[in-house]
């Protein structure tokens, strides 16, 4: 709610209910690079292009609102495997885990006390590049399409992805009412660039995948057994491409035109509003996010209590 250039509290829907809490202090927004966006858009704070058409009444215009989404665009080698001792779903596996449930429940150990994504590392994809720029995620189970498809057997996944992407996605509206979804379009693969980063780390990993250790495993590629070509493999990446979670920059820091918040997390134009979470970062970490957003919610609590 604002009055004026004032965030003066927030509207909440509670069971139905439509309720007004007022701001003592200060409003914060802490709802994520798509939820913070979004509720500033809904809230009449944004890019006019995306608040006119929706007859929302524009309240300060902000045309960074939304802009800057960036996030890792990762690509999961999926393999299968004849090693039970693999999480799957199978009739042998079955017994297994009955027993791995039991150990877990009461030792807190064994393949139920794993996080699933058990390893991990930082690649160049060239020799002269100073920093990594591909990051792998291994774990110890099929990962296809977030698990939403689920497979009969065992297997192992490696999920590769471009650690400073060049593609720069964005976040708009599709309704003025606050339970629609947003639009997001994280523009995966948008710049070449980013392409020809993905595709190199694609046959690093699955070069790692076809070393003699991992032979005990069996390993069967569920989707570029007979990819060879970079045409195949870019056909293959445009495809199956998607998210490893780490949506940023749609509340960019900084002081240009673009921007939303200052340096302090305060947003342009906007007594009592601060935005303190992923979507203030500018650029994306080379790395997962979590430790980088802990942080930004660390020094935003600092100058909430010193303000
Ligand atoms: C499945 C998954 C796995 C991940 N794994 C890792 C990992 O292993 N390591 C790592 O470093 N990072 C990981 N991340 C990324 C990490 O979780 C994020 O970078 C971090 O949580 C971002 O913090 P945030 O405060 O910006 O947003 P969030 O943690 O997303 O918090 C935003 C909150 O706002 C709420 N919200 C949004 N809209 C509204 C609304 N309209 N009204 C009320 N509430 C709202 C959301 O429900 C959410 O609770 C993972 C993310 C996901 C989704």
């Known amino acids: 709610?604002?009055?004026?250039?004032?965030?003066?509290?927030?509207?909440?829907?509670?069971?139905?209910?439509?309720?007004?809490?007022?701001?003592?202090?200060?409003?914060?927004?802490?709802?994520?690079?798509?939820?913070?966006?979004?509720?500033?858009?809904?809230?009449?704070?944004?890019?006019?292009?995306?608040?006119?058409?929706l007859g929302i009444a524009m309240q300060h215009e902000l045309p960074g609102v939304g802009q800057n989404l960036q996030d890792h665009p990762d690509i999961v080698?999926?393999?299968?495997?004849?090693d039970t001792s693999l999480l799957g779903i199978s009739l042998g596996g079955s017994m297994k885990m009955g027993k791995a449930l039991i150990d877990y429940l009461r030792n807190q150990k064994g393949p139920l006390g794993s996080n699933c994504a058990e390893g991990g590392g930082f690649l160049k994809t060239a020799p002269d590049l100073t920093r990594p720029d591909i990051q792998l995620h291994s774990v110890i189970g099929t990962v296809d399409d977030h698990n939403r498809k689920l497979h009969w057997g065992h297997g192992f996944s490696c999920h590769v992805c471009v650690l400073r992407p060049k593609s720069i996605g964005s976040v708009g509206l599709t309704s003025s009412d606050p339970s629609a979804a947003p639009r997001i379009d994280p523009n995966f693969l948008?710049?070449?660039?980013?392409?020809?980063?993905?595709?190199?780390?694609?046959?690093?990993?699955?070069?790692?995948?076809?070393?003699?250790?991992?032979?005990?495993?069996?390993?069967?590629?569920m989707y570029s057994q007979n990819l060879h070509s970079d045409e195949q493999l870019i056909e293959l990446l445009r495809r199956r491409t998607d998210s490893i979670y780490h949506p940023i920059g749609t509340c960019k820091m900084g002081q240009d035109e673009m921007?939303?918040?200052?340096?302090?997390?305060?947003?342009?134009?906007?007594?009592?509003?601060?935005?303190?979470?992923?979507?203030?970062?500018?650029?994306?970490?080379?790395?997962?996010?979590?430790?980088?957003s802990i942080m930004i919610a660390e020094r935003g609590a600092e100058w909430v209590a010193s303000a």
């Open 77 to 82: 080698l999926c393999y299968k495997s004849s």
């Open 190 to 221: 948008g710049h070449d660039d980013d392409v020809q980063t993905l595709l190199k780390g694609y046959r690093i990993a699955r070069e790692i995948a076809a070393q003699t250790p991992m032979a005990r495993f069996s390993l069967k590629d």
């Open 1 to 53: 709610m604002l009055q004026g250039k004032q965030a003066t509290g927030v509207q909440v829907l509670i069971k139905g209910r439509r309720l007004e809490l007022k701001a003592r202090k200060e409003v914060l927004l802490a709802a994520g690079a798509f939820g913070s966006p979004h509720l500033l858009m809904l809230s009449g704070v944004g890019p006019e292009a995306e608040l006119k058409p």
């Open 259 to 292: 921007t939303v918040v200052d340096s302090q997390l305060r947003v342009h134009g906007i007594e009592g509003l601060r935005v303190i979470d992923a979507s203030i970062m500018p650029t994306l970490v080379g790395g997962n996010t979590n430790a980088a």
